[in-house]
């Protein structure tokens, strides 16, 4: 769960909620994001303070598919979320940039 700290604060605390017997929680922090913090440093997560589920004893991946390399874009797969996709060839005199916008190969 992401909360934000203070509404002036461009911050956001990461909770982790700890299940005990008899109904009991209780509300953990164990990390934060910070949007405006230098490029790779925005999310600070405490990996060791997070109570998986019972039976998950390392952190799960994600999902989602890797990016497409440079020269192929992003399809959708019928059926699935829009996180899932496949990696096709751009189309003749177009390239790839980093944000998946195509533009004309002028002179190729």
Known sequence: IIQRVHESEAENAILNFWNFPEGL????????????????QELSLSEEMIEWAIGVPVTPHSVWSESCSPGFRKTTQEGKAT?????????ENEISNETVTFHPCHGI
């Open 25 to 40: 929680g209780l509300k953990v922090k164990v990390g934060k994001y910070s949007p405006h913090a230098p490029r790779g």
């Open 83 to 91: 996180c899932c996709f496949d990696c096709a060839p751009c189309p």
